[in-house]
């Protein structure tokens, strides 16, 4: 398991390794199609989430497409600064780094990736209280990323 990072030292780390990839132009189509394909996860999770039993398996669903919509909405925004991120530890850093007005927690979007980590490569299963744990972030984060992107398409 890497060890943690701060935000500081996550940031100046993809800064270093040129994780941060300035583009020439900003696709407004595609921010909107990543938007509309992020909504549909969040939807999706939200409302798979309001009928699963809770000892089912599909909870690693329900946390990855959530993960999904927060990571898509992410990047659609992120467009708008002219970069382009190619990790998603760096994606996150960079969001919490150059957007401080937003006010997002850097803990929680570690949080967010490293269980989204342990069900993609480690096999570890997402159990109902992971979600609980962290749905009413997920949907607060997204409003707010869907609320500033919409304010630059």
Known sequence: MPSYKTQQEAFNQCKREGHFIIVDEVRKDKAE???????????T???TAKT????????????KLAYDSIHGMTQALILFDKVKIDNHQCLFAYLCEKH????????FFE???????????????????????????????????MEELRKKI
């Open 45 to 47: 999770a939200t409302d």
């Open 100 to 107: 401080e007005e937003l006010e997002f927690s850097w803990e």
């Open 33 to 43: 199609a990543m938007l509309r394909a992020a909504e549909a996860d969040m939807q």
């Open 52 to 63: 699963l039993p809770k000892d089912s398996i599909k909870w690693n669903s329900v946390y």
């Open 111 to 145: 949080k967010i990736r490293t269980k989204r980590n342990g069900i993609s490569y480690h096999g570890q299963l997402i159990q109902h209280i992971d979600w609980k744990d962290s749905e009413l972030q997920f949907k607060i984060y997204f409003k707010k990323l």
